[in-house]
């Protein structure tokens, strides 16, 4: 079974950094994407950057530059690193699981919560 756990999150001033963490369980498939998504209050969810089995990445536009995805391979976490925070980026964090071939993430976290103060 594909499960994800996220970790990291929490209040951070503005111009400062988090790194979190997406803890994907040991059945989840070494080839499948994890992206990070995050939804702030009243907003729909949005992409924030993703990581592909063969560690290729891809980033939104409103983070590229400050936002850092990366892992060391399909056993260890997925990392978010974030710098230069700005209160924009409060949102609840998410991560979910693409399977190869699939158009959808169809495995999600439950979420960690990013609060940057300005």
């Known amino acids: 079974q594909v499960q994800l756990v996220e970790s990291g999150g929490g209040l951070v001033q503005a111009g400062g950094s988090l790194r979190l963490s997406c803890t994907p369980s040991?059945?989840?498939?070494?080839?499948?994407?994890i992206g990070w998504f995050r939804q702030a209050p009243g907003k729909e969810r949005e992409f924030v950057a993703l990581?592909?089995?063969?560690?290729?990445?891809r980033y939104a536009d409103s983070v590229k530059g400050r936002v850092t995805i990366s892992r060391v391979n399909a056993r260890t976490p997925v990392y978010l690193q974030m710098n230069n925070l700005k209160p924009e980026d409060t949102a609840v964090y998410y991560c979910?699981?693409?399977?190869?071939?699939?158009?959808?993430?169809?495995?999600w976290g439950q979420g960690t919560q990013v609060t940057v103060s300005g």
């Open positions: 979910a699981a693409r399977s190869t071939g699939s158009d959808e993430f169809g495995y």
């Open positions: 040991l059945r989840t498939p070494s080839s499948y994407t």
């Open positions: 990581i592909t089995g063969s560690r290729a990445t």
